[in-house]
Nanobody, 127 residues
Framework: QVQLVESGGGMVQAGGSLRLSCAASGRTFSNYCMGWFRQAPGKEREFVAAISWSAIVISYADSVKGRFTISRDNAKNTAYLQMNNLKPDDTAVYYC????????????????????WGQGTQVTVSS
């Protein structure tokens, strides 16, 4: 079992920045690929970014490329999502997710590829 706890959400004006953190506990974090997803009211949960457990492979949704950066610190059992130049369309509940993978290059881009989820943190961007 892996427990995930997100933090760092809040309210910010357009153009601002936030840094989300996802603290993991319960199992060896270093063998889990990590993903960030978001869900706005009335919309499906969508992929934001993912990072392999080795940090060799990283992927972003087109909508956040160049603005968001995913990273991880395996020694601290924590994953991060640095969000810059935020837009009102980024408003959503952000979730981190984890899944154990043997491959050091594996990442998942679909919610169904992850078995562990955090409770979510609200990000609100005002215009």
């Amino acid at each position: 079992q892996v427990q995930l706890v997100e933090s760092g959400g809040g309210m910010v004006q357009a153009g601002g920045s936030l840094r989300l953190s996802c603290a993991a506990s319960g199992r060896t974090f270093s063998n889990y690929c990590m993903g960030w997803f978001r869900q706005a009211p009335g919309k499906e949960r969508e992929f934001v970014a993912a990072i392999s457990w080795s940090a060799i492979v990283i992927s972003y949704a087109d909508s956040v490329k160049g603005r968001f950066t995913i990273s991880r610190d395996n020694a601290k059992n924590t994953a991060y999502l640095q969000m810059n130049n935020l837009k009102p369309d980024d408003t959503a509940v952000y979730y981190c997710a984890a899944e154990y993978r043997d491959s050091s290059h594996y990442i998942g881009r679909r919610p169904g590829e992850y078995g562990y989820w955090g409770q979510g943190t609200q990000v609100t961007v005002s215009s």
